[in-house]
């Protein structure tokens, strides 16, 4: 019940020091709140804190309240109607009753709408209410802030702007970059790491032409840091990311700036390796007519633009917001959730999620992957127009009402900012690789999947790499962590190559004649064929021989030591030209309903194999670069005494909060503070931290023999054990990470609830469930899955290689840094399409003509 205005500047007398005028920097939450996607427009309105400056839609505000005992709030609602017509047709001007605090909705024309606003202050939990604006009854600093909270500017704007900012930021080192004349010359394909045998995620350095993988993440992906490594061996500050060279430019990193910079002389610098991006420019300007009118028919075919759509709507068919090139966050999210394992790790544990999420739930990774798992499978956003609108809408005929009100879908921006935060390409505002989104958000999952249960477990799978010295003939078996399967496009299997020649000879004909030139023509190439061609061997030109103790010639094979629950599979469409041009294959590949891969599963050692000695080549470290690494993290000087002091703050030992920091690779007072409730009760919890130098540790550097599978360096071990981190977990956690300490230590407090099958836990244990039960053997070199046994570890889920259809992902445009996706997925036994907020039934679903495709195990299997 509202107080009489008498009454107002006593009401708020006690919470005077809970209210807060937002400063430079604080984040005001005034259009969307933090657990749903409830706004000023929705029937409750929004309820923003006056503390925190959080938004919460009626159903949450409550939580906010019991859990924080903030008590103020503004109460923000706007109503929207359509104009009133006057008799010759046009809106006639109404008087809005209160001023606009809030940004007009681009979901609706302003010219055809208006909005009134209205703004309160409510005092839970009695919620007593004061109308706003009221400068003459309310205290001074009540008004400052409330002022200062309806003209804050939205948080996604100021995101938005540091965004194209940091875009334009030129290196310091760019105009006096020297370039080393080593005769090097880089290749438009067959990249690899100097160091590792990494083959994505690699950067050139530009003084010396060394090609080398990138940082890596906790699931494995990314790379090994090895481009880092060798800045700190040189210093040697800028690198390109080859993958990203276009004809209008590249992804540039600076070592020493620690962040992503712009050159504006790389075609200079990139000329210096044998990369012409001028003369790539020149090519590609060639090409745009056709181009064009590929990428018209392309987009024509994906988004089914000849068939009348009939939309759906309900649980499951809400559509996501294109928030400016997101849309290839919008597919991803769109089939995840369509997964039962990611519905039930964020759904169905919706309210103990939330209960549980921290004071700031915009920056709390499960809290908003629940969230937006709850707007697209609930309904609530999707739902189907009534009788009387429909008559109203054929009687206009008009369908942009309708839509607004129905078919808005939701708009994940908090997740977006939060997943995108700190990353050089999703913080931008460009296209991005659906392909690469998806592993980073897996990355995101695999750190922060709350409970037992880790969804991204369902993609994990293991391939087994067999490679064969040329002159002894001697193999050596190796394993690694994937989640995607890679599938070549062999152009030359093309099964309509009489039809590709015809349409390039007309195609010259019609340019020298300067005639309308023919329909473009797609090269159909059989799944068999690019099953094949995965298949293939690959030669190793560098493989280093353990038997002839030098760098030999090897070729390669690969197959599945397991299977997952669900398989993705990437069509490789994007190459590179010999002439550094960017491509794009216009292929259609014949994708099948249901594939069988199980002749694919590796089967091991074979009857007359001999394996090659299990011997690690040496290394060649500069005397000058010994040990930064490890010297980064062993020396306790580089302890980051805030993140401590933000410890003790909270009444833990001074001690305590140094080893929780120390331990933890100063990642944060939130990971250190895990460290200490993990840790809390050993009885030297307190005791002063005991730092064992490098010299005591021993080399640990990343060898041959982590990508073996062998036993991880005793002095390892030993650094991890001493931290009081059980013997099996530390040598799990080094052979996942190819014995990189910093790595290792990273894993194990992302995995805490990590526990080895076998109790025993002993080094034989260890080395039987890594080498056998993960591989999918059955230790009888059998090809088939073990008997009963559906989960072998916590790292991967084996079984039957028998998969069904049921989503794919496509992509229009010349460039995954371009153009626009769409996914279809299939539900209830219908294709649906969904194309950005708009869900509809599939009339011809162009399974031929996909990006990702994602196949789920067949039950029964």
């Known amino acids: 019940m509202a107080k009489m205005a008498a009454d107002l500047g006593e009401l708020l007398v006690p919470y005077m020091p809970t209210i807060r005028v937002p400063r430079s920097g604080d984040r005001v939450f005034k259009s969307e709140c933090a657990f749903s996607y409830d706004s000023p427009e929705s029937e409750g309105g929004l ?171 906790c699931d494995g992906t990314g790379g090994n840091g090895h481009a880092l490594e060798h800045y700190r061996e040189t210093n040697f500050p800028l690198a390109v990311r080859l993958d990203s060279i276009t004809a209008d430019g590249a992804d540039v990193y600076s070592f020493d700036e620690e962040e992503a910079v712009l050159d504006p002389y790389l075609a200079n610098h990139l000329a210096h390796f044998g990369i012409d991006i001028l003369q790539v420019q020149k090519m590609q300007n060639g090409h745009t007519d056709k181009e064009m009118r590929l990428r018209a028919r392309e987009w024509e075919v994906i988004q089914e633009s000849g068939h009348k759509l009939k939309p759906v709507y309900g649980s499951g068919y809400t559509g996501v917001k294109n928030l400016g090139n997101s849309c290839y966050l919008g597919t991803i999210m769109q089939v995840l959730f369509s997964i039962p394992q990611f519905q039930r790790t964020y759904v169905g544990n919706l309210q103990r999620i939330f209960d549980y999420s921290p004071l700031d739930p915009t920056k709390d990774f499960s809290t908003q992957m629940a969230k937006l798992g709850h707007a697209l499978l609930s309904g609530q956003h999707s739902k189907p127009p009534v ?41 931008s505002i460009r296209q991005q690789d659906a392909h690469e989104f998806f592993l980073h958000l897996l990355n995101f999952v695999e ?103 030098a760098k030999s010639a090897g070729v390669k094979t690969c197959r599945f030591a397991s299977f997952p629950e669900y398989m993705v599979v990437q069509i490789k469409k994007f190459t590179f030209g010999m002439d550094w041009i960017p491509k794009k294959l216009d292929v259609s590949i014949d994708m099948p309903d249901f594939l069988d891969l ?130 099996h977990q530390s040598i799990h956690a080094l052979k996942v990470s190819n014995n990189n300490l910093e790595h290792a230590l990273d894993w194990i407090f992302t995995h805490p609830d990590y526990e080895e099958e076998s109790e025993a836990a002993s080094d034989t244990a260890d080395e039987e469930v890594d080498e056998g039960a993960l591989s999918g053997a059955n230790g009888h070199g059998d090809a088939s899955p073990p008997p009963n046994q559906e989960r072998l570890s916590p790292m991967v889920r084996d079984g039957p290689g028998r998969y069904e259809l049921f989503a794919f992902i496509s992509h229009m445009g010349s460039s995954v840094k371009s153009g626009h996706y769409v996914c279809h997925v299939k539900k209830e036994g219908r294709w649906i399409i969904y194309n950005d907020h708009k869900v509809c039934l599939s009339e011809k679903p162009p399974k031929d003509w996909g990006y990702l495709y994602f196949y789920h195990r067949l039950s029964g299997s």
């Not at 009402?401 to 990353?423: E, F, T």
């Open 387 to 427: 009788k009387s609108e429909l008559i109203e809408q054929v009687m206009k005929e008009e369908r942009k009402v309708l839509d607004w009100q129905q078919q808005r879908g939701v708009s994940p921006r908090m997740l977006k900012a939060l997943i995108s935060k700190d990353h050089p390409e999703f913080s």
């Open 47 to 217: 309820y923003v804190c006056m503390s925190t400056f959080l938004g919460f839609g009626r159903e949450h505000v409550e939580r906010h309240f019991r859990k924080t005992g903030q008590s103020v709030y503004m109460h923000l609602k706007r109503t929207v109607k359509e104009k009133a017509t006057g008799a010759a047709g046009g809106a006639v001007a109404r008087r809005r009753n209160g001023k606009v605090f809030l940004e007009l909705n681009r979901d609706f024309n302003g010219d055809d709408y208006e909005c009134e606003d209205e703004a309160k202050l409510v005092i839970f939990p009695e919620h007593h209410e004061i109308p706003l604006p009221n400068i003459e009854e309310l205290p001074a600093l009540v008004t400052i802030a409330c002022d200062a909270v309806l003209n804050a500017a939205s948080p996604y704007k100021k995101q938005e702007t540091l965004a194209w900012e940091d875009e334009i930021q030129v290196s310091r080192h760019a105009r006096s970059l020297r370039q080393e004349g080593n005769g090097v010359q880089i290749p438009p394909s067959g990249w690899k790491c100097s160091k590792c045998e990494m083959r994505e995620n690699l950067w050139l350095n530009l003084t010396d032409g060394e090609v080398h993988c990138g940082k890596w993440f």
């Open 598 to 727: 199980s002749r694919l599963r590796a089967t091991g050692l074979q009857a007359g194999e001999m394996e090659l000695p299990d011997l690690t080549p040496p290394i060649v470290i500069p005397e000058n670069s010994r040990g930064n690494l490890l010297n980064s993290f062993l020396d306790s000087s580089d302890i980051d005494e805030s993140s401590v002091l933000q410890l003790a703050e909270m009444g833990f030992p001074m001690e305590a909060c140094r080893k929780a920091v120390y331990y933890t690779g100063n990642m944060g007072a939130e990971m250190a503070f895990s460290w200490i409730i993990a840790h809390m009760e050993e009885p030297d919890f307190a005791e002063p931290l005991a730092v064992h130098s490098f010299a005591e540790a021993g080399p640990s550097f990343p060898t041959l023999s982590s990508f073996m599978g062998s036993q991880p360096p005793e002095e390892s071990v030993a650094i991890l054990t001493s931290m009081g981190f059980p013997r």
């Open 447 to 549: 750190r922060s999947s709350p409970g037992s249960e880790n969804p991204s477990d369902v993609f994990r799978f293991l391939v087994e790499e067999r490679v064969q010295c040329c002159q002894s003939r001697k193999v050596r078996y190796s394993q690694r962590l994937d989640y995607c399967m890679r599938l070549p496009a062999p152009i030359e299997a093309a099964t309509n190559k009489e039809e590709l020649i015809a349409y390039e000879t007309q195609r010259r004909e019609a340019e020298e004649n300067l005639t309308p030139p023919p329909v473009p023509v797609r090269a159909r190439i059989p799944f068999t064929a690019c099953l094949q061609a995965f298949t293939e061997p690959d030669n190793v030109p560098d493989f280093w021989s353990s038997e002839l103790q």
